[in-house]
């Protein structure tokens, strides 16, 4: 669940009366009994008015350099007047590019606005390309090809998939609020594996490692999350991984809806509803200079049915992306410690936190 | 301290008693001062301010990306995908026109929604640095982001946020609302107006393209690589370039125009040196007793030589300083003169602000003690040769230099030939250097032959000038003999200024005549239409494509041309390309070519393909001539064309290509017009077509010309481009007749003596006036004929070699009698009526007491 957009969303939203109504009648809503075809559905769905592809993952370096990544093409539906300039905003196409150098206890990250203009960027089904300048992800049938070309670093990395697409949620949608369309379409590749090379200031690095990508779209009018959300992604040793997130109210409550997924080893998928999993920060908190938020950076997770209880800690803590465009949040590379079922249980994985840090939604640049 | 009193005794003190004298010296470098400043600063605020608004909002950015005929869009996104840490901002640049105000400015479309990427960049790199370095103006959010009328403007241009501008582009008005103003620390020069991409090409007619792509590039591994490595990505008629090279291009191309214009400010300077010179041999000649004193007690001659070196220095100083604010007042009416010109003959371009830099105090003070000194030298050596003998004479002696005037009237022969010598030099580096030289040489003859002919009139004058004035024009003649220094002096000044005066005279009027003779050829057809808006050399707005058959197909017409304009660029100078529909019209019908023939042979040779025909001045500054290969970029394509022949043009000095029109749409499909002529019937009344032509065209902005009105027009425009040079010469005038006065003045107050004497002799004072008056007119009329005789060498000179040399014109020599003949009549007049207050302080000298104090 990446519902950070929303808070993106609200920025473009704001006295855009165009988008607004454009909402009520041009898009459709996330409706249980979705049936979904791939590679159709790896795609563009331009009837829903917000998508979004989102690739994290954890490499090292065969001098044992540890990385992590993210990269991340948005899409949020502006209009869809049928004006055929190329030039026209149908779309608004938003990128993140991330690389947490752990070893290097630095975090570099870059965002990116397009249009799609004359080929700037978007999805282009035919030729497998997903793009946002010469930010790409290419599919092929079992691999997928990133390339990220930042100011300060490169990555080229090449992600095999180990495991069939999982669909969250239940009946094709995954919920996040009551009441009809409060949901969306939810896909993810939870093991991909990953071998590439990245290249920080002089030196390059040939890496190895595992990936995990999301793929999501929907249609929604409100900010339903109204003070933010964790989530996480664990790949495991034993070849299982687990998605989870909670939806947290301003009250401090949480949304009912909050839920997770567990994957087994042969890509099996087992829902899990807020009451089957528990997911409490562990204490140790950082507080971020720049967006002023201050993050749970160590997480107590726990599912009683899998006999699943371990410890989630961050190697760099500092992995806050700090917006212009959007609101800042957390992402970054997480390491998994504990056990199942009294053995010990190790892996790496992704956390997400957002709504820590300033009013929720606005941009930390000045 | 001994020299500082030697200083206040020799100089101080003098100066002191004459005011007068000081006073005029100081004027003179003054005036000729900020002429030069005036010059200075307003050709640089006029010239240098043009695109100035594009380049400023253009940003930080290394490398341009232009086509002829726009970039095509998808050249943008093929370069926003290399794998390369560029930023890539795609621009369109054209212009609007503020209908309410009538003020035409740039209109810039940016891609509002990549720019939020920039300004992004921006403030992280400028986290620590001043603020206004952020070019890039944000836009609020995005918001509007799909309206058509969503513009962003300059503060001055509208109220508040939400106000309605309409606005004139090309030839249709359209209503658009103010979202947004730049900000001020984008220190944007005059007004502008920003609009998304989507927007303008929607409004410019420019869908499917982009006027120019600017690349910001990493450090490494270095320009020249990164210029290489897109360079390969591009098709080879899009062309890579350093940003700004546009600019420069424009810079070079006027370069040449402010040179020019520079170098005829200096004449008023001129004028003022040999003022200068004059007022200061008179002092010189006034102070013989003190020098001669001076030296008695023991002073050398090089002291005496620094005393006045250091007296000019010193006027110098004063009269620079003194030029300063009259410069900068002169300059603000100057640059509206020169921004007509510019905008005329180059570019558009705005006035910018006129600033009084340091360099600016620099130049004045080099310029006002330089020319001061240099005067000074020749009086100043006189007056260290002064013996210490002469201040034991008793009494002042007079004025009796003499004067070498054979020799003197040898080497200006001498000098003469040089100057025709010189004349057949070519440019050097596009200057003609040597043309000015010839100019300069003329000048110096002249001066040198003017004792001579002072001397030859005034002999011959004074026995007829007795017979029908009277005695007193007889003493008139004889003392202007007499003091034959004084009087050539005096007559050089001014006849330079009158010479001046004449010669641009003169070329103007044979431009004037050569452009109206021409017009008859080039302008045959019955009326014209453009896009209504400011007409200027670079701009070149379409007219509605549907309008043109409308017309076409209307009772009454014959037939209707197409012309079409593109700015390019060959060789580093802008240049207009155009295409014209030479088959079907009568269109160059009659144009004159460089080879002679026929127009109908030259034109049929240019409907082959890659054939065109290029401009005098084009031909000129690129060193073309018939037969000759020009390889252009043409859309996406690098297109060899062969020159078929080479045609007069005066419309603009940029320098015209000219294609058929089938031959242009090969490579740029784009079929609107730039202009249109329209051929009517032979039986068609011209005013019912002309209503025709405009109810049909009653959406569209487009003036209507008839023949008769676009020749008022262009002559207008002609008028307007060298007003500039009408004030300089006014100026020059103005500079020569004060400095008459003034000497005319010091000749008073000289010959106080002989005055008196004559009056003691019986004569009356009237007839004291009435000589003085004579002498002034005498002098009139002999810088006149000395003026006259200059000018119209300096007019061959300035049109056959200067001209032709700077601009590559071809200016049919004409004689503007009646214009020359009313100035000649104003300057003599001026002269009198310069003679009338020294005349009259003459009259007023009591003899008894003037001949006691002697």
């Known amino acids: 669940m990446r519902n950070r957009l929303a808070g993106l969303i609200t920025i473009f939203l704001i006295g855009n009366s165009i988008a607004v109504s454009a909402w009520a009648a041009d898009y459709k809503v996330a409706l249980p009994g979705y049936h979904y075809q791939f590679p159709r559905d790896h795609f563009n769905h331009p009837d829903y008015q917000t998508e979004w592809w989102y690739y994290t993952g954890n490499l090292r370096a065969s001098d044992g350099h540890r990385f992590g990544f993210e990269l991340t093409f948005f899409r949020q539906s502006i209009s869809r007047d049928a004006n055929p300039s190329p030039w026209h905003i149908h779309d608004l196409y938003l990128a993140h590019l991330a690389l947490s150098d752990i070893s290097g206890h630095r975090f570099y990250h870059e965002e990116r606005i397009s249009r799609a203009g004359p080929g700037m960027a978007g999805v282009d089904e035919n030729t497998g390309v997903i793009w946002n300048g010469n930010w790409q992800a290419q599919r092929e049938e079992d691999a997928q090809q990133l390339r990220g070309i930042g100011q300060e670093f490169d990555i080229q990395l090449n992600l095999k998939t180990q495991k069939p697409p999982v669909i969250h949620g239940r009946d094709g949608i995954s919920r996040k609020a009551e009441g009809v369309g409060h949901a969306s379409h939810y896909i993810s590749f939870t093991r991909l594996l990953t071998s590439g090379s990245i290249e920080l200031k002089d030196d390059t690095y040939k890496v190895e490692g595992t990936s995990w990508m999301d793929h999501e779209f929907f249609t929604e009018s409100l900010d339903l999350t109204d003070n933010g959300w964790d989530w996480l992604s664990l790949q495991l040793d034993d070849n299982t991984e687990l998605m989870l997130y909670r939806l947290r109210h301003k009250d401090g409550t949480i949304e009912p809806y909050s839920s997770g997924t567990y994957v087994d080893a042969q890509g099996k998928t087992t829902f899990l509803s807020l009451k089957d999993f528990s997911m409490t920060p562990g204490g140790e908190t950082w507080k971020s200079s720049q967006s002023k938020g201050t993050y749970p950076v160590r997480w107590h997770v726990s599912v009683p049915s899998l006999a699943i209880k371990v410890d989630v800690a961050t190697p760099l803590p500092n992995q806050e992306l700090t917006s212009a465009i959007g609101p800042s949040y957390w992402e970054g590379a997480i390491d998994i410690t504990g056990q199942r079922a009294g053995i010990p249980l190790h892996g790496v994985g992704y956390l997400e936190m957002t709504g820590y840090g300033v009013a929720h939604g606005a941009s930390v640049a000045p | ?854």
């Open chain 2, 1 to 854: 301290m001994a020299s500082l009193s030697l200083f206040s005794r020799l100089i101080v003190r003098p100066a002191r008693r004459e005011p007068a004298r000081s006073l005029l010296i100081v004027l003179a470098v003054a005036l000729g001062v900020s002429v030069v400043l005036a010059i200075d600063l307003a050709s640089s605020a006029a010239a240098g301010s043009f695109r100035s608004s594009m380049e400023t909002l253009a940003g930080d950015n290394d490398l341009e990306v232009t086509a002829v005929g726009g970039v095509a869009d998808q050249i943008v996104g093929q370069l926003a995908i290399l794998p390369y840490s560029i930023r890539v901002s795609p621009r369109i640049e054209d212009h609007a026109t503020v209908v309410a105000s009538g003020e035409t400015v740039p209109l810039i479309a940016i891609d509002v929604v990549a720019e939020a990427n920039s300004h992004k960049d921006q403030q992280a790199q400028n986290q620590n640095v001043d603020s206004r370095k952020i070019e890039t103006p944000k836009i609020d959010g995005f918001k509007h982001i799909n309206d058509a009328d969503a513009i962003w403007t300059t503060r001055q241009l509208a109220g508040k946020v939400g106000d309605k501008i309409t606005l004139l582009i090309n030839d249709q008005k359209r209503d658009y609302t103010v979202r947004g103003f730049v900000p001020e620390s984008a220190q944007v020069n005059g007004n502008v107006v920003l609009m998304d991409i989507a927007a303008a090409q929607n409004a410019t007619g420019k869908a499917g393209h982009v006027d120019r792509i600017l690349l910001k590039v990493p450090e490494q591994p270095g320009f020249d690589v990164w210029q290489q490595k897109l360079r390969a990505v591009l098709p080879s008629g899009v062309e890579l370039n350093a940003q700004g090279s546009q600019t420069a291009a424009n810079r070079r191309m006027l370069s040449a125009f402010r040179w020019n214009l520079g170098i005829l400010s200096y004449v008023a300077l001129l004028v003022g040196a040999f003022l200068i010179y004059n007022t200061i041999s008179v002092s010189v000649v006034r102070r013989r007793a003190d020098i001669g004193t001076i030296r008695a007690l023991g002073a050398s001659r090089n002291t005496i030589l620094a005393a006045f070196l250091a007296e000019a220095a010193v006027f110098g100083f004063v009269g620079a300083v003194l030029a300063l604010p009259l410069g900068r007042l002169m300059a603000t009416g100057a640059v509206r003169l020169l921004a007509t010109t510019v905008d005329a003959l180059y570019i558009s371009s705005r006035p910018g602000s006129l600033s009084l830099s340091g360099e600016s105090v620099v130049l004045a003070l080099v310029v006002g003690i330089g020319v001061a000194v240099v005067s000074a030298l020749a009086p100043a050596r006189e007056a260290s040769l002064v013996p210490p003998t002469e201040a034991m004479a008793r009494g002042a002696r007079e004025y009796t230099i003499r004067v070498e005037r054979t020799r003197d009237a040898w080497i200006a022969l001498a000098l003469a030939l040089a100057a025709a010598l010189a004349a057949r030099f070519p440019a050097i580096a596009g200057k003609p250097l040597f043309g000015y030289l010839s100019a300069l040489l003329l000048i110096a003859a002249s001066a040198l032959a003017i004792p001579a002919l002072v001397f030859w009139i005034t002999s011959v004058a004074s026995t007829t000038l007795r017979k029908f004035m009277g005695v007193e024009a007889m003493l008139a003649s004889r003392s202007l003999a007499g003091s034959l220094r004084r009087t050539s002096v005096l007559v050089a000044a001014l006849s330079t200024a009158i010479a001046m005066m004449t010669s641009v005279g003169i070329m103007v009027g044979s431009f004037r005549q050569t452009v109206t003779t021409w017009m008859d050829s080039q302008l045959p057809a019955d009326l014209y239409l453009r896009p209504a808006g400011d007409p200027s050399a670079d701009r070149h707005p379409t007219i509605a494509l549907d309008l043109t058959d409308r017309i076409a197909r209307l009772p009454g017409v014959e037939s209707v041309s197409r012309f079409r304009a593109y700015e390019i660029q060959y060789e580093g100078l802008p240049v207009t390309l155009g295409s014209a529909e030479t088959n079907l019209s009568r269109f160059y019908q009659s144009s004159g070519f460089l080879s002679r023939r026929p127009a109908k042979d030259v034109l049929k040779e240019l409907l082959s393909p890659d054939a065109a025909i290029v401009s005098e001045p084009f031909a000129n500054k690129h060193h073309a001539k018939a037969g000759d290969v020009l390889t252009l970029p043409l859309g996406e394509k690098l297109v060899k064309l062969r020159i078929v022949d080479i045609f007069y043009d005066y419309a603009n000095e940029r320098g015209y290509v000219i294609l058929d029109r089938s031959t242009i749409l090969r490579y740029l499909p784009d079929p609107s017009a730039s202009n249109l002529a329209v051929y009517l019937a032979p039986e068609a009344d011209l005013e019912t077509v002309r209503n025709e032509i405009k109810a049909s065209a009653a959406h569209s902005e487009v003036l209507i010309f008839s023949n008769r009105d676009i020749r008022h027009e262009a002559i207008r425009i002609f008028d307007q481009t060298f007003a500039i040079t009408y004030a300089l010469e006014a100026i020059a005038i103005l500079v020569a007749v004060m400095g008459v006065a003034g000497a005319l003045m010091s000749i008073v107050i000289d010959r106080r003596r002989e005055f008196g004497l004559l009056r003691f002799l019986g004569a009356a004072s009237s007839q004291i006036r009435k000589l003085i008056l004579v002498e002034a007119g005498l002098i009139g009329i002999l810088s006149n004929i000395a003026g006259v005789v200059l000018g119209v060498l300096l007019s061959l000179v300035l049109i056959f070699v200067i001209n032709k040399q700077s601009f590559g014109w071809t200016i049919q020599f004409h004689w503007p009698v009646a214009i020359l003949l009313g100035a000649l009549t104003g300057v003599y007049v001026a002269t009198v009526l310069a003679g009338i207050y020294p005349a009259r302080i003459a009259q007023r000298l009591n003899p008894i007491e003037v001949v006691h104090e002697e």
